[in-house]
Structures are given as C-alpha cells and as structure tokens.
C-alpha cells in the first residue's frame, strides 16, 4: 500500500518565519504534488514535480517555493509566513507519468499567528 | 481552463433515502474524471475514477460527455457515507499531471 508521509500534523509558526512541510512516499513515484485545503474553496494546487529538481507552478504559487532533491522526498517552503497561508496542506504523489491516480497524505495543519 | 463545479456545499440525507452528489465540469479536451472521499479524520482518498466502471461502496458515476456531468450515485445512504466528497479531472492526454478538484460537497447521513 503507497505510504504518503507528511512529517508534522500541526505546525504554529509566527509571521514572517521561514517554514518547511516535508513529504515523503515509499513507492518510487515520479511525481508530487501540494495542495492547500480550505473550507469552501476545496484543494487549489500550490506546485508539483514530475522528477527530481523538476518543479511546475500549480494555481496558487506565489508565497511558496519547492525542492525536489530526491525523489521520495518533495518539501514545501513559505519564505516568509502571512496569516493568510494559514491553511491545511496535502502532499500527494503518483506514478506512471501522471496516469494514475493520487496518493495523498494526512496533511499538515498550519497556523500562522 | 479546465473548471471543476460542485454546486452544493452541503447535502443532508436520512439513512436508506438515494444519494447524488453533483459535478459538472468546463473542459474542451477529453477529460478524466476522479470521485475523491475523504471521511473524518482520514486523508483524502480515491472513491472512483470513471475509466474503471466499477462500483465502490455502492457508489457509482456515469460520465455524461453531453451534458458534462460525473454526477455521484448510491441508491441507499448509509451513516458510514457521511464524509467530504470531492469531484476531480484531468486531461487524459499523455504527460497530463495536474488534477483539478471542485469546492466539495460535505454529506451527511441522518440516522
């Protein structure tokens, strides 16, 4: 069964701080995705990858930024958090050059006083 | 631009009555449509996807090329059906990644 892990499920940082939301998957899976989840707006893709050090902006990238090092591993970065990134964030991955579906993880739930 | 619509927020049903959930979608290509679930205090999952035609938990969708619609179905709503339930496409073209989901609809079974 695909593992997608997310390595925290609650996070509380405070304007302005720099923030990173690791995402891991077990199943050798060329690509990755993030999403933010909001009541009444549904999931909007932040950004994805489809191989390691490869990145596409999603829908709403502006205030974030991602690394693809290695290909089990896709991290999110807010260079500098704002009240309104706060939000809960899907990793999801899949493989088979996008052909099947995703795999999502728990979610991290950000807050940013 | 590929638009995924899901026009009820929130669908209240009583237990055994028959459920649809609706999704209706803008797309000019050939596209991939995705049932997503996601229960409470659960990560979001695959319910179904319309290339598969099969039924799970006794749900199905039909995808209507005519009136661009993968509207959600079951003839009898359990307690165990309320959940989050997201309608998603994709381009089914080669190299296509990105799937794009509707608002949501939240479903709740009433005993």
């Known amino acids: 069964d695909v593992k997608v892990t997310q390595s925290s499920r609650y996070l509380v940082k405070r304007t302005g701080e720099k923030v990173f939301l690791e995402c891991v998957q077990d199943m050798d899976h060329e690509n990755m995705f993030w999403y933010r989840q909001d009541p009444g707006l549904g999931l909007r893709l932040i950004y994805f990858?489809?191989?390691?050090?490869?990145?596409e902006k999603g829908d709403i990238p502006e205030g974030y930024s991602v690394s693809r090092e290695k290909k089990e591993r896709f991290s999110l970065i807010l260079e500098s958090a704002s009240t309104n990134q706060t939000s809960m964030y899907l990793c999801?991955?899949?493989?088979?050059?996008?052909?099947?579906?995703?795999?999502f993880g728990n979610g991290t739930r950000l807050t940013v006083t | 631009a590929q638009r995924v619509t899901q026009p009820e927020k929130l669908l209240s049903v009583f237990k055994g009555a028959p459920v649809e959930l609706k999704c209706n979608y803008s797309y000019s290509g050939s596209p991939e449509l995705f049932w997503y679930v996601q229960y409470s205090r659960q990560r979001l999952q695959l319910l179904l996807r319309h290339i598969s035609r099969e039924s799970i938990k006794g749900f199905t969708a039909d995808l209507n090329k005519g009136e661009t619609s993968f509207h959600l179905k079951k003839p009898f709503a359990q307690e165990e059906d309320s959940a989050m339930y997201y309608c998603a496409l994709r381009d089914s073209g080669a190299g296509s990644y990105q799937l794009t989901f509707g608002k949501g609809t939240k479903l709740s079974v009433i005993p």
């Open positions: 990858s489809y191989d390691v050090k490869m990145k």
């Open positions: 999801a991955s899949s493989g088979g050059r996008g052909r099947s579906p995703l795999h």
